[in-house]
């Protein structure tokens, strides 16, 4: 059977070196908040292009602290409104109900599956606080009319970058392209940690100066507790297995899209249809995530490839709002 992800393959090529940095962090005696995370913070956030990362227990958790921090900045509140794609991972809509935001969901395009920027100045309401944009995919989803929205209606522009680290829009990082990020280090995703994960990139100070009190119990100093915050620390040991996955990440996002490749030429079905590239003259755009076809014969298609060996899934079987 090939496996949809093989994550022990995944992890086996870099065994010696996460074994070491195991051995270090074991015989540290420290294990969380400590110079691995520093580290990790600083490289990931010279890798993306932003002034500052802060880790987060989990991709779902930094989406979550970043609308937790703007309401604590008072840049909006309970009820307002936060547009997001209709057919994304549900996280992302997690993330704005569970501030008792209201997420307003939007259709995506049919051949991106990104949100239709064109189409989205017409959800915009006078409640609306911030836009999600969803690199769903691999797919980077951007375009300078999201950045003259977000002037003309004074939005906050909050990217979802689990699916997408290392995508580029004109030589930029996805997560570094609006106002804040929220990165995830799932085994699964394209930069997985041996466990759960996530971050938040951002270039604005206040931003990340809240979001890293509101991982640790909303405290700057121990015992002194500022914000109603939670426990959602990235684990030293999980810092620096990423640290070394990271440095390997771009050939790795080259491998997806050698991948992709094959795939787009080699597949020659009029029944199927393959992902488009929405920028081809950006080959960095895409850093395929996934590799999501349509077809009318889905079911049996999925039967079919399941019977001669090849394991696939659907992404998603039943989307946010049912
Ligand atoms: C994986 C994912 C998340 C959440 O990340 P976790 O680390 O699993 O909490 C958020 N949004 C999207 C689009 C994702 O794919």
Same mark, same amino acid.
Request: hydrophobic letters at 40%.
């Given at each position: 059977?090939?496996?949809?992800?093989?994550?022990?393959?995944? &992890?086996?090529?870099?065994?010696?070196? /996460?074994?070491?940095?195991?051995?270090?962090?074991?015989?540290? @005696?420290?294990?969380?908040?400590?110079? &691995?995370?520093?580290?990790?913070?600083?490289? /990931?956030?010279?890798?993306?292009?932003? =002034?500052?990362?802060?880790?987060?227990?989990?991709?779902?958790?930094?989406?979550?602290?970043?609308?937790?921090?703007?309401?604590?900045?008072?840049?909006?509140?309970?009820?307002?409104?936060?547009?997001?794609?209709?057919?994304?991972?549900?996280?992302?809509?997690?993330?704005?109900?569970?501030?008792?935001?209201?997420?307003?969901?939007?259709?995506?395009?049919?051949?991106?599956? &990104?949100?239709?920027?064109?189409?989205?100045?017409?959800?915009?309401?006078?409640?609306? =606080?911030?836009?999600?944009?969803?690199?769903?995919? +691999?797919?980077?989803?951007?375009?300078?009319?999201?950045?003259?929205?977000?002037?003309?209606?004074?939005?906050?522009?909050?990217?979802?970058?689990?699916?997408?680290?290392?995508?580029?829009?004109?030589?930029?990082?996805?997560?570094? /392209? +609006?106002?804040?990020?929220?990165?995830?280090?799932?085994?699964?995703?394209?930069?997985?940690?041996? +466990?759960? @994960?996530?971050?938040?990139?951002?270039?604005?100070?206040?931003?990340?100066?809240?979001?890293?009190?509101?991982?640790?119990?909303?405290?700057?100093?121990?015992?002194?507790?500022? #914000?109603?915050?939670? &426990?959602?620390? /990235?684990?030293?040991?999980?810092?620096?297995?990423?640290?070394?996955?990271?440095?390997?990440?771009?050939?790795?996002?080259?491998?997806?899209?050698?991948?992709?490749?094959? #795939?787009?030429? @080699?597949?020659?079905?009029?029944?199927?249809?393959?992902?488009?590239?929405?920028?081809?003259?950006?080959?960095?755009?895409?850093?395929?995530?996934?590799?999501?076809?349509?077809?009318?014969?889905?079911?049996?298609?999925?039967?079919?490839?399941?019977?001669? @060996?090849?394991?696939?899934?659907?992404?998603?079987?039943?989307?946010?709002?049912?």
């Amino acid at each position: 059977m090939i496996k949809f992800l093989d994550l022990k393959q995944v &992890n086996l090529r870099y065994a010696k070196e /996460l074994k070491n940095r195991f051995t270090d962090v074991l015989d540290s @005696g420290w294990y969380l908040l400590g110079e &691995n995370l520093q580290r990790f913070e600083e490289n /990931l956030a010279e890798y993306l292009g932003v =002034k500052y990362v802060i880790g987060t227990g989990s991709g779902l958790d930094a989406l979550l602290l970043i609308l937790q921090a703007y309401m604590e900045m008072g840049c909006m509140k309970e009820g307002d409104e936060v547009i997001v794609p209709a057919n994304t991972y549900i996280a992302s809509i997690l993330a704005v109900s569970k501030n008792r935001l209201t997420p307003v969901l939007a259709e995506p395009d049919l051949r991106s599956y &990104n949100l239709d920027i064109a189409r989205l100045e017409q959800h915009i309401t006078k409640r609306t =606080k911030a836009i999600m944009v969803v690199h769903l995919y +691999g797919q980077t989803c951007w375009s300078k009319d999201i950045d003259v929205l977000a002037e003309k209606y004074n939005l906050k522009i909050i990217e979802d970058n689990a699916q997408a680290i290392g995508a580029e829009w004109f030589g930029k990082k996805t997560g570094s /392209l +609006g106002h804040a990020a929220g990165l995830s280090f799932y085994p699964g995703k394209n930069l997985g940690a041996l +466990g759960d @994960g996530g971050a938040v990139a951002t270039n604005d100070p206040e931003l990340a100066q809240i979001v890293s009190a509101l991982r640790n119990y909303g405290s700057h100093r121990k015992y002194i507790n500022d #914000y109603e915050g939670c &426990n959602s620390r /990235l684990d030293e040991i999980q810092a620096a297995f990423l640290d070394v996955k990271l440095r390997h990440l771009e050939k790795e996002n080259a491998y997806r899209r050698k991948m992709a490749a094959l #795939y787009l030429s @080699g597949i020659n079905n009029s029944r199927v249809i393959l992902p488009t590239l929405f920028t081809p003259e950006q080959p960095k755009s895409h850093v395929w995530h996934l590799f999501v076809i349509r077809t009318p014969d889905r079911d049996r298609l999925q039967k079919y490839l399941e019977k001669s @060996g090849i394991q696939t899934l659907i992404h998603y079987p039943v989307p946010p709002h049912k």
